[in-house]
């Protein structure tokens, strides 16, 4: 049996809600922010109850954005999201399992009635060969996904996909599960922890590799937290690897820079993307307030810029005077600071 059909069983036959799971992989045990539950409250019962993400992927702005829903079961996430982008929006589910696309569609038009329009669509695909789905280039405002990218085999191909499918300026905004190391094979070739979204999770510093090797310069992590394998015979089989959900942020930007440089810029927040008025978060390092002076790289300053927030911000300076890395973003300057070295000290030939 390949590891599309594992899944396809795990998710279309052995797991009737999220009750059955194993580990809180694909449980969002985080906690739910007002406005959500509001749209959570208009949502069937029974989608509800089959949902299996890992982190909310409800990025703020998007009415009336065209997003793309990646692997999105019976439809939580994309009966949400249809909330969020408006009549004028159009969000797109797109899935393999035929038992959750079943109930996802099933229940369209108590939605449509729910929500007084119709901007929700169902497509069956795998997410390694988007390609074949006949979306057009450049055709996504935002593409989302919820504990999914680590079930795909190829996940190159899907990021690959991913930044050709997103308009310039728009964003992948997705949680998904990784590991502090590599998986081994032990935990990869076990159908329930793959299923569990623990076998197929990356070591997340080869995630970063993969999405800059993508056309992704400049992940983003907006938020993250511990899991845990609440099963005692599943938790000997993974040791001590440790496990996380995150929530990452990764906009198609062609003129982001490998790293954070310093070009003396700063923002102002205007306060007014809704639901956010006294601050906005970014990510995990830039929770900007509203009103305040906030320094910021180049490549944050064309995150805001060049993207659908732009308009929701001030912005000072430009890129005409390069200082060198930005202070606290994680590199250094490598060169002593002070005398050199004696000529007869040892020194490393790397």
């Known amino acids: 049996m390949s590891t599309q059909e594992i899944v396809k069983e795990y998710y279309g036959q052995q797991l009737q809600s999220s009750d059955d799971l194993k580990t809180s992989a694909c449980c969002d045990i985080s906690q ?43 439809g939580r996430d994309v009966y949400a999201l249809a909330q969020l982008v408006g009549e004028t929006g159009e969000v797109i589910g797109v899935d393999m399992t035929d038992e959750q696309l079943a109930i996802a569609e099933n229940y369209r038009e108590y939605h449509a009635e729910a929500f007084g329009y119709s901007n929700v669509t169902f497509v069956k695909g795998y997410l390694e060969t988007l390609d ?59 159908p329930v922890l793959y299923g569990e979204c623990l076998g197929g999770a990356l070591y997340w510093n080869d ?4 999405s800059k090797q993508n056309g992704f310069a400049d992940p983003r992590l907006v938020e993250d937290r511990p899991l845990d394998v609440t099963d005692p015979k599943l938790a000997a ?31 102002i927040y205007k306060g007014t993307v809704p639901e956010h008025p006294n601050n906005f978060l970014l990510d995990g390092h830039h929770d900007i307030e509203t009103g305040k002076v906030f320094p910021v790289c180049g490549n944050t300053w064309r995150m ?11 912005y000072i300076g430009d890129f005409s005077n390069h200082f060198g890395l930005f202070d606290g973003c994680g590199k250094t300057l490598p060169f002593r600071e002070g005398e050199a070295a004696p000529l007869d000290e040892p020194s490393s030939c790397c």
């Open 304 to 314: 805001l810029h060049d993207s659908r927030f732009s308009e929701h911000f001030e």
């Open 237 to 267: 089989k993974v040791g001590n690897i440790r496990f996380y959900s995150a929530t990452y942020r990764l906009f198609k930007l062609d003129e982001l820079e490998p790293d954070c440089e310093e070009y003396g810029q700063a923002v």
């Open 132 to 190: 074949e789905l006949g979306f057009e280039d450049a055709s996504f405002d935002v593409i989302v996904s919820n504990c999914v990218i680590n079930l795909c085999t190829d996940k190159a191909a899907v990021l690959n996909s991913i930044g050709r499918l997103l308009k310039p300026g728009g964003e992948f905004y997705f949680s998904d599960v990784y590991a502090d190391r590599r998986v081994p094979e032990s935990v990869k070739n076990d």
């Open 32 to 74: 739910v922010p007002g406005w959500l539950k509001t749209l959570l409250a208009k949502i069937h019962p029974e989608v509800l109850s089959r949902y299996y993400g890992c982190g909310l992927v409800c990025p703020p702005l998007l009415e009336g954005c065209r997003v793309l829903d990646l692997g999105s079961g019976t």
């Open 207 to 210: 995630f970063l590799n993969l």
